[in-house]
Nanobody, 113 residues
Framework: RLVESGGGLVQAGGSLRLSCTAS???????LGWYRQAPQKQRDLVAS???????TYGQSAKDRFIIYRNNEQNTVYLQMDDLTDEDTAVYYC??????????WGQGTQVTVSS
């Protein structure tokens, strides 16, 4: 089970930090975030492996940072310099076996211009 928090309304140019806490250990898991805007497909925002290696979607590069705290079973997404194109529902995932994922319930991020 994944519990997300940190979404909300922010002005363009502002920042938000999303959190996603898993109910179990995440030490060997890949975690990350996707997002889905209305009438658009769900796209990868960022992911982080157990070794700390990160992958970013094109929209997130240079503005977002993903990091994890294994002791707290939590992954974070720091989002800076937000624009209205970042408005979407953000979904956390936890992959403990390749191709097998749990998903969070989603958290709404709305950026006003």
């Amino acid at each position: 089970r994944l519990v997300e928090s940190g979404g909300g309304l922010v002005q363009a140019g502002g920042s938000l930090r999303l959190s996603c806490t898993a109910s179990g250990s995440i030490f060997i898991n890949v975690l990350g975030w996707y997002r889905q805007a209305p009438q658009k497909q769900r796209d990868l925002v960022a992911s982080i492996g157990p070794d700390g290696r990160t992958t970013y979607g094109q929209s997130a590069k240079d503005r977002f940072i993903i990091y994890r705290n294994n002791e707290q079973n939590t992954v974070y997404l720091q989002m800076d310099d937000l624009t209205d194109e970042d408005t979407a529902v953000y979904y956390c995932f936890n992959e403990w076996v390749a191709g097998t994922r749990d998903w969070g319930q989603g958290t709404q991020v709305t950026v006003s211009s």
